[in-house]
């Protein structure tokens, strides 16, 4: 009964290098969606996908590129790390309104 | 242009005595509301929730109020305990949205600290 997986759980980057977030879910779920949060700033939506092969913009996608290639994955992708993208970063999925959220991603940005 | 508001960055109350967390939103097209509960290291988790069309929902300690004309919702904890410890996000979603397929507007939370 896993759920929403995150992958990895922390990390560090240089600026500019580039990486991926890895985001797995088994309930079988159309929609997730990649989520930042920032102390004073609550969850913010960056990128999200209502079905395998789709995905569209959120409120804050600047810097950030996303692919659904499988309906159960959905990877978020920093090309050129900058300090601002040091996050907290958070993968959900859901059926309808009531989002099952993954444990985060900690990426900080030196 | 923050949709969803919750002016409390924190509350401070004593165990056992009731909890009242507010929310309010600008967008007058939201028709959906969720709170969602929070742990250090933890993803958020959904707690409940509320259609436009009710004015309350409740689940066990927990009562959601909505009050459509002062676009604001408030979530009720009785007793409080220290569990209930946690910052909680308060959640909306638009009539076009169709069940929250486009994304959750969130709030930035409220820290909320049950003292024994």
């Known amino acids: 009964n896993a759920g929403v997986t995150q992958t990895p759980k922390f990390r560090v980057l240089k600026t500019g290098q580039s990486m991926t977030l890895l985001c797995a879910q088994d309930?079988?779920?159309?929609?997730m969606y990649w989520y930042r949060q920032d102390p004073g700033m609550g969850l913010r939506l960056i990128h999200y996908s209502v079905g395998e092969g789709t995905t569209a913009k959120g409120e804050v996608p600047d810097g950030y590129n996303v692919s659904r290639l499988k309906k159960q994955n959905f990877l978020l992708g920093l090309e050129s790390a900058a300090p601002s993208q040091t996050s907290v970063y958070f993968c959900?999925?859901?059926?309808?309104?009531?989002?099952?959220f993954g444990s985060g991603t900690r990426l900080t940005v030196v | 242009d923050q949709q969803v508001k919750q002016n409390s960055p924190s509350l401070s109350v004593q165990e056992g005595r009731i909890s009242i967390l507010n929310c309010d939103y600008t967008?007058?097209?939201?028709?959906?509301f969720l709170w969602y509960k929070k742990y250090p290291a933890e993803g958020p988790t959904f707690l409940i929730s509320i259609s436009s069309i009710k004015d309350k929902n409740e689940d066990g300690r927990f009562t959601v109020f909505l009050n459509k004309s002062a676009k604001h919702l408030s979530l009720h904890i009785v007793p409080s305990q220290p569990g209930d410890s946690a910052v909680y996000f308060c959640?909306?979603?638009?009539?076009?949205?169709?069940?929250?397929?486009?994304?959750?507007?969130f709030g930035k939370g409220t820290h909320l600290i049950i003292q024994p």
């Open positions: 959900a999925s859901s059926k309808t309104y009531g989002y099952t």
């Open positions: 959640a909306a979603s638009a009539i076009y949205s169709g069940g929250g397929a486009d994304g959750l507007t």
């Open positions: 309930m079988n779920h159309e929609y």
């Open positions: 967008n007058s097209m939201f028709d959906y």
